[in-house]
C-alpha cells in the first residue's frame, strides 16, 4: 500500500492565490522529505529538502519566497505555492524514505493549474 | 553538473518482445540507482542498486548496474501492455539522499 500521501491530487485556481499542497507519511516518521516538480515530458526536478524541525534546503534557481515549506511534525510537510502564475502550472511531487539507505517512496502528485 | 541520461526516450513494442533501457550517470558522488516505473500519478519503485554486477530481479524485471561504466540496464521480458509507463532512472547522491533523475524512457506495448 502507499507509504507517501500526497493532498491534493489536483488544484485549478486563479491567478494570484496561493495552494497548500501537504504531503504525510504513513506509519512512519520522515525527517527528511523531498519536494519535485515535473514539467509535461520532463523529469522530475529536484525543488527542495523539507528538514523536520529546521528551514528547507532549496535547489539553485528555486524561490523560497515562492515556494514555502513547512516541515512542522515528523509525518507532515507542506508546500505552499504563494501568489501563483500560469507559469507555475506543473506536477508537484513528494517523497520520503523510511529509513537511511532505503529508497524514496513517492506521493500520487498534485496537479496545480493557474489560470 | 550532476546528469543521468536515459535511452531510448521512446519506445514502442509488441506484447511478448523483451526490452532493455538504458541508464547511464555522471555523478560527483555516487550511492546508488534507483529504477521507477511512473504511470499516471506517482512513480513506484523497482529497484535499488548499489554494487556493481549483482542482478536484481523481481518476475519478468531484472536491472544490473555496472559502476566502472557508470550505467545501468532495465530489462523486461515477455512484455504486457501494461507494462506501458515511463521508466525513470535515478541516482542518489551520497551525503545528501538528493536524487536526480533521467527524463525516463517512455515505454508502449501494443497487444
Known amino acids: 500500500g502507499a507509504v507517501v500521501s500526497q493532498h491534493p491530487s489536483r488544484v485549478i485556481c486563479k491567478s494570484g492565490t496561493s495552494v497548500k499542497i501537504e504531503c504525510r507519511s504513513l506509519?512512519?516518521?520522515?525527517?527528511?522529505m523531498f519536494w519535485y516538480r515535473q514539467f509535461p515530458k520532463q523529469s522530475l526536478m529536484l525543488m527542495a529538502t523539507?528538514?523536520?524541525?529546521?528551514?528547507?534546503?532549496?535547489e539553485q534557481g528555486v524561490e523560497k519566497d515562492k515556494f514555502l515549506i513547512n516541515h512542522a511534525s515528523l509525518t507532515l510537510s507542506t508546500l505552499t505555492v504563494t501568489s501563483a502564475h500560469p507559469e507555475d502550472s506543473s506536477f508537484y511531487i513528494c517523497?520520503?524514505?523510511?529509513?537511511?539507505?532505503?529508497?524514496?517512496?513517492f506521493g500520487d502528485g498534485t496537479r496545480l493549474s493557474i489560470l | 553538473e550532476d546528469k543521468v541520461v536515459q535511452s531510448p526516450l521512446s519506445l514502442v513494442v509488441h506484447e511478448g518482445d523483451t526490452v532493455t533501457l538504458n541508464c547511464s550517470y555522471e555523478v560527483t558522488n555516487f550511492r546508488s540507482l534507483l529504477w521507477y516505473k511512473q504511470e499516471k500519478k506517482a512513480p513506484t519503485f523497482l529497484f535499488m542498486l548499489t554494487s556493481s554486477g549483482i542482478e536484481k530481479k523481481s518476475g519478468r524485471l531484472s536491472s544490473i548496474l555496472d559502476k566502472k561504466e557508470l550505467f545501468s540496464i532495465l530489462n523486461i521480458t515477455a512484455t504486457q501492455t501494461g507494462d506501458s509507463a515511463i521508466y525513470l532512472c535515478a541516482v542518489e547522491l551520497g551525503g545528501s539522499e538528493k536524487l536526480v533523475f533521467g527524463k525516463g524512457t517512455k515505454l508502449t506495448v501494443n497487444p
Open positions: 517523497s520520503a524514505t523510511r529509513q537511511v539507505n532505503q529508497p524514496q517512496h
Open positions: 523539507s528538514n523536520e524541525g529546521s528551514k528547507a534546503t532549496y
Open positions: 506509519d512512519f516518521q520522515a525527517t527528511t
